[in-house]
């Protein structure tokens, strides 16, 4: 396949990726899975950081119990003064499908959202691959938002006000729980917020190609993930969907998706293919470009232009999704 040249990266982001790629090069091989562990763990808020937002939310530990009898630890922040049942917002961390904790570098934005919106925060930790491969992952996610149906009336939550959000690899496990959710029956859920999602084990879109050896998570670091949550299965024709949303043929039926990426990212053609796969099965989705962003880029420079008009997108969707 002729590749042709790559978007050009934002020049503010630009700026900031030779610095990144010190410590997460584009290319991460399966021998660097516990380097990026490290490092997901070293950018995560330690314990001695309050998470609270001053004492706004009160946080908890749970366990969800999954069907083989895993136990699937939660962490729920809830709201220290609220008037009525509330919505929750159910978050997947990112990672790669190696990496990431539950106690991620996204929980303070999304505790932001959580305290404008009224929403109790739930951040599940599922078990990660190569030790977990596929289904582990996605099954405990499916738990962990069962547990939180289930409790909803002891959280202060209304059950009919669910949405499930994630990033990266996040993002791809919260799309298969929401084609769980839909082939089992599961809860009922207003909405999926989808950012930068990991949605398709094949690596072979023309995005793929464009941005190998540069940036963040290029097509050999994406083939490190998929490979070790499917191993020899990874790029097969017998890939589940719920390992891998793209592989599904049917989308319809699914609660509305809000979807962003960058254009300057291995997965901007699979995002935009699966936004329009939604529209083509008569579904609502709401799809964000963001012009010469990398993977991840609101999360690793969080103050730039772009990043800040990325994140500001997120919370008016919501505020429409809740609101019914």
Avoid: K
Avoid at 149 to 158: I, S, W, Y
Avoid at 264 to 283: K, M
């Amino acid at each position: 396949m002729s590749v042709p040249p790559r978007p050009p990266f934002d020049p503010e982001l630009a700026a900031a990726l030779a610095e990144i790629g010190r410590e997460v090069p584009p290319a991460i091989t399966p021998e660097m899975i516990p380097v990026l562990r490290s490092e997901g763990a070293r950018r995560a808020p330690g314990a001695d950081v309050d998470m609270t937002l001053g004492g706004m939310f009160r946080e908890e530990e749970h366990t969800a119990l999954g069907a083989d009898g895993t136990e699937v630890p939660l962490l729920v922040w809830r709201p220290e003064r609220t008037t009525a049942a509330t919505g929750a917002l159910y978050w997947v961390h990112g990672g790669g499908m190696v990496a990431g904790t539950h106690r991620g570098w996204e929980v303070p934005r999304l505790l932001e959202f959580a305290r404008d919106l009224d929403l109790v925060l739930v951040s599940v930790d599922y078990r990660l691959a190569p030790e977990h491969p596929y289904p582990a992952p996605v099954e405990d996610c499916y738990s962990g938002l069962l547990w939180l149906a289930d409790q909803a009336g002891e959280l202060g939550v209304a059950p009919d006000r669910l949405v499930i959000g994630g990033v990266s690899a996040g993002g791809g496990l919260a799309a298969a729980t929401c084609l769980l959710v839909r082939d089992r029956g599961g809860p009922s859920l207003l909405g999926q917020l989808l950012l930068c999602p990991m949605l398709d084990d094949r690596n072979d879109s023309v995005s793929a190609r464009q941005m190998a050896g540069v940036g963040v998570w290029d097509r050999v670091s994406n083939a490190t993930g998929w490979g070790a949550l499917l191993g020899a299965d990874r790029g097969g024709p017998d890939v589940s969907p719920y390992a891998a949303p793209a592989r599904a043929e049917d989308l319809s039926g699914l609660p509305p998706a809000f979807l962003d990426v960058g254009s300057a990212e291995t997965f901007r053609d699979e995002v935009v293919e699966y936004a329009s796969r939604i529209w083509r099965a008569g579904g609502a989705a709401e799809l964000h470009v963001w012009p010469g962003g990398f993977h991840s880029f609101d999360g690793f420079v969080r103050e730039a232009a772009l990043s800040l008009d990325a994140s500001a997108q997120r919370l008016p969707w919501l505020r429409r999704i809740l609101a019914g």
